[in-house]
Nanobody
Framework: QVQLVESGGGLVQPGGSLRLSCAASGSIFSINAMGWYRQAPGKQRELVASITSAGSTNYADSVKGRFTISRGNAKNSVYLQMNSLKPEDTAVYYC???????????WGKGTLVTVSS
């Protein structure tokens, strides 16, 4: 089995920061890419940020300059540092992995981020 587990969500005031973590475990040979998606109430799930095994990153326009995605060195993990949070960042954040041989479509259960005063 392949499992992705997110952590780090919570309640934060506008302008605050959170760091999300995701760890992948199981029968994984290697990871092509990992990313963070989010889904706000009444909205479609959208890509927030992604990072390839080579370190190339991609960000949604709405989070550029505020969020930073990074990969762990010794573990199959990915992080999302979120700064200057806005109420519109409120959503359930999901970790995604595109795995070598196994393909994409692997998701965590999500972690809730609420930005509110």
């Amino acid at each position: 089995q392949v499992q992705l587990v997110e952590s780090g969500g919570g309640l934060v005031q506008p302008g605050g920061s959170l760091r999300l973590s995701c760890a992948a475990s199981g029968s994984i040979f290697s990871i092509n890419a990992m990313g963070w998606y989010r889904q706000a109430p009444g909205k479609q799930r959208e890509l927030v940020a992604s990072i390839t095994s080579a370190g190339s990153t991609n960000y949604a326009d709405s989070v550029k300059g505020r969020f930073t995605i990074s990969r762990g060195n010794a573990k199959n993990s990915v992080y999302l540092q979120m700064n200057s949070l806005k109420p519109e960042d409120t959503a359930v954040y999901y970790c995604n992995a595109d795995l070598v041989f196994l393909g994409g479509g692997y998701w965590g259960k999500g972690t809730l981020v609420t930005v509110s005063s």
